[in-house]
Every structure is written in structure tokens, then in C-alpha cells.
């Protein structure tokens, strides 16, 4: 490590899991493997460009870059440059956003959006909050007080509502610029179709059916504007509700499965782990509610 410190961790002295941490880098070193953490990611690329491959899609990326992943999402950078920036790492046991979505507002806009990439660009209003957000972090890991937890929150609260914001802003000016296009229409009415049939539809051929479309056609609309299947798009969102039951309840895994369509559970355990690199036990275990989260 360089004279000037450049990673801040705490610990949950409950189970040894990282709580919190805060890290400074200047090269690729730390993204350029497969990451798989049991805890969000946050990571602002300051300096650098390249490529990164989430899930199964792989995006390009310039300086001013902000991304995020939830926990288990498979993720690596890829760059010929070296990255430098900022990276922001905190377990749901320390904040939970499922718990305070009506806060932050960041699930499935920053995080467990299947509709857009995991990036960010960041403008310079959204810079300089990070920055400032960020210098009170490290002042705070570097000297804990009193309620050191609540006013780590309330600092992450900012920055994932900062970048929430710009998604979205960035998010509705790319529809504006597309608004003549008949595929976006498409693709919107795919996206409510998905939202409303996810539990009892998993074909690609049924949703060609609810809007009157050939497979064929809709599925190469979905790879040209989502740079995925259909198939993919249909399985991430039901990964996304299964998360969220093993998370937030007490639910066996084979009720899940069955709210979710599905009256093998043995079939859905497998159909979960081929789309989240994890086991439904696994991922409540180190996760969520088996580690006694409060909800």
C-alpha cells in the first residue's frame, strides 16, 4: 500500500462478513477477475477506459463512469489503460435497500435494472457531491465516533440517490431520442408484459404471443436494444423477486418457487443457481434472511 492509505473496511464483528468498505485505486488489479462479492457494488471509474462483461452482456466504458452491481452479479473490467477511482462496497446487513427502496429509490434503477447497463455516466454536479460525500466517509472511517453507522448511511443514502437520479435523467433522455422509433414502443410494452407475467409466463414464444408479435422479430428487437435474450430478460426478472423473497422473508425456498410459477422446486433451485452463480440456500444464507436481518 502506497504512505497514503487507500482502502477503509469494517468489519461485522457478529460474523466476520465486510460491513463497509471504502477503496481507492489506480489500476486494474482489483476488477480484472470474475467478481462475484456476497454484497453491492459501487465503483466510479475516474480515469480510464475499456470494457466490462456483466451477467452475459459486455459494454464499453469511458472516464466518468459509475457502476453498480447487486450482490452475486457476475462482473469484470476488462482495459489495455489503467483505472483509477473509487469503489464503495457495503453488505445488506449493514443497508439494506430492499428495506428502504421508498428512501433511495435505487433498486431497479442503479441496481437490478435488466432493461439498461450497469453504468452511469457521471456529470459534474454528480461529481462534486461524490467527492464531497466521499472525503466524509473516509474522514469518518479514519476517525469513528458516536453513531458512526447512522452517519455512514446517511452519507451511502446520498450517493446512491445522486446516482439514481442521473440514471434516470440519462435513462429518459435516451427514450426522447429514439421517440420516433416503433422498437422502443415494442420494447416498452415487452417490459410491462414482463412485469405483469413474470410468475406465470417464462417462454419467450408466450410474450411474441401477448403482443402480437413474431419470436423471431422480437427476439432480434431485444438483442439489438438490451444486448440480451428474451430468455434472459424473462429469467433476470424473476431471479430479481426471488432474491427479494429470500432476502426480506421467511419463505421456503419451494413456496418461493411456487408464487413464482413453478411447482418443482428442485427445478427452480437449478434454474436459480444457472442464473445466479449461487444456490437459493446459499444466497439466504449469506445474504439475507438466515443471517437474521431485521425487516
Same mark, same amino acid.
Given at each position: 500500500?502506497?504512505?497514503?492509505?487507500? /482502502?477503509?473496511?469494517?468489519?461485522?464483528?457478529?460474523?466476520?462478513?465486510?460491513? !463497509? @468498505?471504502?477503496?481507492?485505486?489506480?489500476?486494474? +488489479?482489483?476488477?480484472?477477475?470474475?467478481?462475484?462479492?456476497?454484497?453491492?457494488?459501487?465503483?466510479?471509474?475516474?480515469?480510464?477506459?475499456?470494457?466490462?462483461?456483466?451477467?452475459? =452482456?459486455?459494454?464499453?466504458? $469511458?472516464?466518468?463512469?459509475?457502476?453498480?452491481?447487486?450482490?452475486?452479479? #457476475?462482473?469484470?473490467?476488462?482495459?489495455?489503460?489503467?483505472?483509477?477511482? /473509487?469503489?464503495?462496497?457495503?453488505? #445488506?446487513?449493514?443497508?439494506?435497500?430492499?428495506?428502504?427502496? @421508498?428512501?433511495?429509490?435505487?433498486? +431497479?434503477?442503479?441496481?437490478?435494472?435488466?432493461?439498461?447497463?450497469?453504468? *452511469?455516466?457521471?456529470? $459534474?454536479?454528480? /461529481?462534486?457531491?461524490?467527492?464531497?460525500?466521499?472525503?466524509?466517509?473516509?474522514?469518518?472511517?479514519?476517525?469513528?465516533?458516536?453513531?458512526?453507522?447512522?452517519?455512514? /448511511?446517511?452519507?451511502?443514502?446520498?450517493?446512491?440517490?445522486?446516482?439514481?437520479?442521473?440514471?434516470?435523467?440519462?435513462?429518459?433522455?435516451?427514450? $426522447?431520442?429514439?421517440?420516433?422509433?416503433?422498437? #422502443? !414502443?415494442?420494447?416498452?410494452?415487452?417490459?410491462?408484459?414482463? $412485469? *405483469?407475467?413474470?410468475?406465470?409466463?417464462?417462454?419467450?414464444?408466450?410474450?411474441?404471443?401477448?403482443?402480437?408479435?413474431?419470436?423471431?422479430?422480437?427476439?432480434?428487437?431485444?438483442?439489438?436494444?438490451?444486448?440480451? *435474450?428474451?430468455?434472459?430478460?424473462?429469467?433476470?426478472?424473476?431471479?430479481?423477486?426471488?432474491?427479494?423473497?429470500?432476502?426480506?422473508?421467511?419463505?421456503?425456498? @419451494?413456496?418461493?418457487?411456487?408464487?413464482? +410459477?413453478?411447482?418443482?422446486?428442485?427445478?427452480? =433451485?437449478?434454474?436459480?443457481?444457472?442464473?445466479?452463480?449461487?444456490?437459493?440456500?446459499?444466497?439466504?444464507?449469506?445474504?439475507?434472511? +438466515?443471517?437474521?436481518?431485521?425487516?
Amino acid at each position: 500500500m502506497n504512505a497514503k492509505q487507500s /482502502v477503509f473496511t469494517l468489519i461485522n464483528t457478529q460474523n466476520g462478513n465486510l460491513a !463497509f @468498505k471504502l477503496l481507492y485505486f489506480e489500476d486494474n +488489479g482489483h476488477f480484472d477477475h470474475l467478481q462475484r462479492n456476497n454484497y453491492y457494488s459501487m465503483i466510479w471509474v475516474t480515469e480510464g477506459r475499456g470494457t466490462i462483461m456483466a451477467d452475459f =452482456s459486455t459494454y464499453d466504458f $469511458e472516464p466518468n463512469a459509475l457502476f453498480a452491481f447487486s450482490p452475486y452479479q #457476475p462482473f469484470m473490467f476488462s482495459s489495455h489503460e489503467n483505472l483509477k477511482g /473509487v469503489a464503495i462496497y457495503f453488505h #445488506p446487513d449493514f443497508f439494506c435497500i430492499h428495506k428502504h427502496h @421508498k428512501e433511495v429509490a435505487c433498486s +431497479g434503477v442503479l441496481f437490478n435494472n435488466i432493461y439498461q447497463p450497469p453504468l *452511469t455516466i457521471m456529470d $459534474e454536479v454528480s /461529481v462534486n457531491t461524490f467527492n464531497l460525500m466521499i472525503d466524509q466517509i473516509k474522514t469518518e472511517m479514519q476517525n469513528p465516533a458516536l453513531a458512526q453507522h447512522e452517519l455512514l /448511511v446517511s452519507y451511502l443514502k446520498i450517493l446512491l440517490i445522486t446516482g439514481s437520479r442521473l440514471k434516470t435523467q440519462q435513462h429518459a433522455k435516451a427514450g $426522447e431520442a429514439v421517440a420516433g422509433n416503433k422498437e #422502443p !414502443f415494442i420494447l416498452q410494452n415487452l417490459k410491462d408484459a414482463i $412485469e *405483469t407475467h413474470y410468475r406465470t409466463k417464462h417462454s419467450a414464444g408466450d410474450y411474441a404471443n401477448v403482443l402480437n408479435i413474431s419470436a423471431k422479430a422480437l427476439a432480434k428487437i431485444t438483442k439489438t436494444h438490451f444486448n440480451k *435474450t428474451l430468455t434472459a430478460l424473462i429469467a433476470e426478472r424473476i431471479i430479481i423477486e426471488a432474491k427479494r423473497e429470500l432476502y426480506l422473508t421467511n419463505k421456503s425456498v @419451494k413456496e418461493i418457487a411456487y408464487e413464482l +410459477g413453478y411447482t418443482d422446486e428442485f427445478y427452480f =433451485s437449478r434454474f436459480f443457481k444457472t442464473n445466479a452463480d449461487v444456490s437459493p440456500q446459499l444466497y439466504r444464507e449469506t445474504v439475507g434472511f +438466515g443471517r437474521g436481518v431485521g425487516v
